[in-house]
């Protein structure tokens, strides 16, 4: 699939002289959803501000659609919508007008119908004529998504979404999101929340101090960190770990009862059988044996960690 | 030029606008009213007549440019600084749209509304005073003009202003100085010829001798400075928001 947005080694220096990004080099394809990870100030909201044309790159290239957002910024804004960390909203505007003065924004013409259903998919119709400083603050984050899609965009940025979003609501953007993307919306989401990633990306990028240091499918990412562990139960505590056993690096509990095994879920052998054959030899008898394999949080605080160190 | 977004902030704007009516028309009816009387009226009465018209209608053309200038300069600022101030402005710099599309919507609701406001203070003149002008055509471009330039200069003071008070503080201390000093309520050959000397610095001076010579045949300074300063000043505006555009100053990090 070709790439709708295409960032080559993209860096920003704030006025100040901080370096937020540090030569970003992404394709994001069509009709994607892609997560974006990273700790505060990372260079997330940086990263999109500078596709979006709210700051101006340093250096670096940036296409979407194929349209160069320096020399070619109205055809390639006309595709972006986006929806801003912050929620920043005309406190005294009725739903309704805002919406739509969004949509005129873009250069699209009236369309009344249109609006309509943005609202109604983001739940929000029967507020149409509230002002905005009534609405709840998980309003609010609906209202912005709803004038980031009256433009019929091909592209959405959410950056994040869900933050300050109650757990049933997050279910209910998900479910949006995943709507969008069933209609070929290509959408590009940044958040802290692991288990959002988990739930709505195709692929994962995590940023960190300015670099992106990874993008994967989220599948293979979880397949190639993912690590597993075995956890096996003992009937007996066990004083000591026999030097039979110490090439398996086994971690023994404080009291005794549990040992721990650790290895590459995608490795070749997972060397299980035979761990199980010597703890048979040594004498060990096991009550139980459980695996774990490690989430997308566990792989993302740890290429973090790596990063700092 | 994408004009369904002119349109849309130009709407925006004029509902802002209409939805305080009663606040946005009632003020300046009211205060023109005042001055009607007190300087009309009270002192007027001292007066007699200036250059042959008499003070009452002398001051008609002084007030609307008061009026118009400190509308065009706050509405335009106020506009502008407001989606800066409450961080709306990130959909302004995400759409597509040139920084030329985004100061024709802003400058120009600003201008109409100071337009229908400097209208309205000529009809509650007419009820005070008789009125005639001499030169409509005249009139109307020298109040077009200012509307516009100064509805400019509001910009620029709304995309420069970080703070409420900054964006208070020059129409305060610059342009009402300025526009009392201009000669809105006496003709500058009243002053002292040294006074006279200085006031010639003054750009508002130009403005209103243009604007009351359209009216009344009767100018303080030639016709051809008044057209001059006028347009030399809505090019200067100009030049500093292409500027802005340009550089992107106050607005893109
Ligand atoms: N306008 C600015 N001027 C100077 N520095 C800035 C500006 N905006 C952001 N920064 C700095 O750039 C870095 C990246 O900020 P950014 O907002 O992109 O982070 P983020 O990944 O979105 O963080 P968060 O998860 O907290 O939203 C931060 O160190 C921030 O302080
Ligand atoms: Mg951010």
Not at chain 1, 115 to 130: A, F, G, N
Not at chain 2, 224 to 234: K, N, V
Request: proline share 4%; charged share 20%.
């Amino acid at each position: 699939m070709a790439a709708i947005v295409s960032i080559t080694d993209l860096r920003k220096t704030y006025a100040g002289g901080f370096e937020a990004l540090k030569g970003v080099s992404l394709d994001i394809e069509e009709g994607e959803i892609l997560a974006l990870l990273g700790p505060n100030g990372a260079g997330k909201t940086t990263l999109i501000s500078a596709v979006c044309g709210i700051t101006t790159p340093t250096s670096g290239r940036i296409t979407v659609g194929g349209h160069d957002v320096t020399t070619e910024f109205r055809a390639a804004r006309s595709l972006i919508g986006l929806v801003p960390q912050e929620i920043s909203l005309e406190p005294f505007e009725k739903v309704m007008w805002t919406v739509r003065f969004s949509r005129g924004l873009f250069g699209k013409r009236r369309d009344d119908a249109h609006v309509e259903k943005v609202l109604r998919q983001l739940s929000l119709w029967d507020k149409r004529d509230t002002q905005v400083k009534a609405l709840s603050g998980g309003m609010k984050r609906r209202v912005l998504i709803a004038k980031a899609l009256s433009h019929e965009p091909r592209v959405l940025f959410l950056d994040e979404p869900t933050a300050g979003v109650d757990v049933e609501l997050r279910k209910d953007m998900w479910q949006m999101v995943h709507g969008l993307k069933q209609e070929g919306v290509t959408i590009i989401l940044t958040t802290h929340y692991i288990e959002e990633a988990e739930a709505m990306a195709d692929r994962v990028g995590v940023i960190s101090r300015g670099e992106l240091l990874l993008v994967e499918r989220k599948a293979e990412l979880m397949h190639r960190l993912a690590r597993k562990e075995l956890k096996i139960e003992l009937p007996t505590p066990l004083r000591e770990l026999p030097a039979s056993l110490s090439r398996y690096q086994l971690q023994r509990s404080d009291d005794g009862r549990t040992l721990v095994y650790t290895y590459e879920a995608n490795a070749e052998t997972s060397g299980i059988g035979v761990l199980l054959r010597d703890l048979h030899e040594a004498g060990i008898a096991v009550a139980d044996v459980r695996t774990h394999q490690s989430s997308l949080e566990d792989i993302f605080v740890d290429l973090v960690k790596e990063d700092v160190t | 030029m994408n004009l369904p977004a002119i349109k849309a902030i130009y709407v925006f704007e004029m509902a802002r606008f209409f939805r305080t009516i009663l606040q946005s028309i009632i003020s300046p009816v009211i205060s023109t009213s005042l001055y009607f009387v007190v300087f009309g009226s009270a002192i007027g009465s001292r007066i007699d007549t200036v250059d042959g018209v008499s003070y009452g209608a002398f001051i008609v053309p002084g007030l609307v440019m008061l009026t118009v200038l400190m509308q065009s300069v706050s509405n335009a600022s106020f506009g502008i600084y407001f989606p800066k101030f409450i961080g709306t402005i990130y959909e302004l710099l995400s759409a597509p749209l040139s920084f030329i599309e985004i100061v024709i919507g802003y400058v120009g609701a600003a201008a109409t509304k100071s337009l229908v406001i400097g209208t309205i203070i000529l009809v509650t003149a007419t009820f005070f005073v008789d009125l005639h002008v001499e030169h409509p055509v005249w009139m109307i471009a020298f109040l077009l003009l200012t509307c516009l330039s100064f509805a400019l200069l509001g910009f620029i003071l709304g995309i420069w202003a970080k703070s409420f008070e900054q964006l208070q503080l020059v129409p305060m201390l610059v342009i009402t100085p300025l526009v009392f000093l201009g000669g809105s309520f006496y003709s500058i050959k009243m002053l002292p010829p040294a006074w006279q000397t200085v006031t010639l610095f003054n750009p508002v001076v130009y403005l209103i001798s243009g604007f009351r010579w359209a009216f009344f045949g009767v100018a303080d300074v030639s016709l051809m400075g008044s057209a001059l300063a006028i347009l030399g000043f809505f090019a200067l505006c100009l030049a500093i928001v292409w500027w802005i555009f340009k550089t992107g100053w106050r607005i893109r990090s």
